[in-house]
């Protein structure tokens, strides 16, 4: 993932901003005046939404991005300048147009179940002039991106015209374009690097009933040559991402927990496009996609992702390489702040862990059950030879290392050259610290700086002096 992290591609989002708001409150009681409910209202909240998620996936991803789109000349319009201008996206590029209604769609929450939207918006395609403007200003910066993006929520930006002006000039300029679709006519993305369409929209669009591989590589097929795409694509909810290059490839999903879909689509999108844009290949890009998709359905309402997040996931997973699992002090640093500000608990132990043996492996199972997130430090081969006499270790660092990172119980793992992980321990706050029952009545260090100390029992009989004992013992 460190490619990932040191990545900043500039993207440009062009396609339907608005405003998703938020009414929170309770309800007690049914109004006298008609059979509705009484919400009291506690709280108002607002968040970018439409091509307005992608933007703020794109920044948590760590993006340069940058925006074009219309809105109105109201109130609204001016509180969702000021929302991009907080987030950091550029947004000279967006056109203002009289008598617009810049989209603002409200809910009234009661009581974490949606009762009431309301919407305020202008969804008429947008003026001759505007769409003219959006083209003009184009041809000046084009070059500067590394990858488009067009969001269509079908409230009148990306017209016919403008779509297949802005693929013609990104195509000149050997820049890819990425879409979101919306509708069940396809033909104005023709060209286009790739769309992003799920299945219920790949079969209206294609009027091809996708229930088997035959049949989906029908419709990419059939997407792929009409819509004249060098990439065929079409999500699959929980079963993964599907692409035709030159043949048929599914991506099974990697979801471990399903809690809300809302905006997936946006994550699949802005992962995709920010892969695609540092250098990733195909495959590369639908794995990030998906491990991408996979945190975000797993939080409430329309998310973002950062790469620390997909980081993590990853390494929860199992599917990366050991490597990913071995941090130094700065790396792991940045890990634990991201997951304890998403609730994650911590918990830390540490060791030598010479020769990996069944005791320590359970060792190392019962503390993963204490918390989310299980770090163990590991003592640097110099600080073994103090610790336990100059003929150990028996295995280097590395190979410890390599061998902790592999256990299923294990995040991560974090090198230490001290005695003790006293200063690791200070870094990291880790909600729990675990050590051995042997410690128990002794003082044990950095509990100062954890919410809990737990003490688990090692296996009888099981210890790394003791394999040594009988490996020399049957070498007699």
Same mark, same amino acid.
């Given at each position: ?288 996609? +998906?491990?991408? %998709?996979? /945190?975000?359905?797993? =939080?409430?309402?329309?998310?973002? !992702?950062? *790469?620390? &997040?997909?980081?993590? @996931? ?64 590991? +003592?640097?081969? %110099?600080? /073994?030879?103090?610790? =336990?006499?100059?003929?150990?270790? !028996?295995? *280097?660092? &590395?190979?410890?290392? @390599? ?74």
């Amino acid at each position: 993932m460190q490619v990932f992290k040191n990545a900043k591609p500039n993207i440009l989002v062009i396609g339907d901003l608005m405003i998703d708001h938020y009414l929170w409150g309770s309800c007690e009681r049914i109004s006298p005046e008609a059979p509705v409910q009484v919400v009291d209202i506690a709280k108002e909240t607002t968040v970018l939404g439409g091509a307005g998620n992608v933007i703020n996936n794109l920044v948590t991803l760590g993006s340069k991005v940058s925006v074009c789109s219309v809105i109105g000349d109201d109130a609204n319009g001016i509180e969702l300048l000021e929302m991009l201008e907080n987030i950091g996206v550029a947004s000279q590029n967006i056109t203002t147009q009289k008598s617009r209604k810049t989209s603002k769609k409200s809910r009234v929450i009661a009581v974490s179940q949606q009762v009431l939207r309301y919407d305020k918006e202008s969804k008429e395609d947008i003026s001759k002039e505007s769409q003219e403007s959006i083209l003009k200003d184009l041809e000046k910066s084009i070059s500067d991106f590394d990858m488009l993006i067009l969001s269509d929520y079908g409230k009148g930006v990306l017209t016919d015209f403008l779509c297949q002006g802005i693929i013609k000039l990104a195509k000149s300029e050997n820049v890819k374009v990425l879409v979101d679709p919306k509708g069940s006519d396809f033909s104005k993305y023709k060209g286009a690097h790739l769309l992003t369409p799920n299945k219920k929209e790949a079969i209206l669009a294609t009027g091809i009933d996708i229930e088997s591989d035959e049949t989906l590589t029908k419709a990419l097929l059939e997407l792929k040559n009409e819509c004249d795409l060098d990439i065929s694509l079409i999500t699959l909810s929980e079963d993964g991402i599907a692409t035709y290059d030159k043949a048929l490839e599914k991506f099974p999903t990697v979801a471990k927990e399903v809690f809300d879909v809302t905006g997936a689509g946006d994550t699949v999108i802005a992962s995709i496009a920010f892969a695609l844009s540092i250098g990733k290949n195909l495959q590369e890009s639908m794995a990030f996609a +998906n491990l991408a %998709a996979g /945190v975000v359905v797993g =939080k409430i309402g329309s998310a973002t !992702v950062s *790469i620390d &997040e997909i980081e993590e @996931y990853e390494a929860s997973l199992h599917k990366s390489t050991s490597d990913a699992h071995i941090k130094s002090f700065e790396a792991i640093d940045s890990v634990v702040q991201t997951a304890k500000e998403h609730g994650k608990k911590i918990v830390f132990t540490n060791g030598c862990f010479d020769i990996l043996h069944v005791g320590h492996v359970k060792y190392l199972q019962i503390a993963k059950s204490f918390g989310d997130i299980l770090i163990v430090g590991l +003592n640097s081969d %110099a600080s /073994v030879s103090r610790l =336990k006499g100059p003929t150990r270790p !028996v295995n *280097i660092a &590395e190979d410890r290392a @390599y061998l902790l990172a592999a256990l299923e119980a294990v995040d991560f793992v974090v090198p230490f050259s001290e005695d003790t992980p006293y200063n690791l321990i200070k870094m990291l706050s880790p909600h729990v610290l675990v050590k051995g029952g042997d410690y128990e009545g002794k003082s044990v260090v950095g509990t100062e700086f954890a919410n809990e100390l737990k003490l688990v029992d090692f296996v009888d009989g099981k210890s790394t002096t003791k394999t040594i004992e009988k490996i020399q013992g049957s070498t007699c």
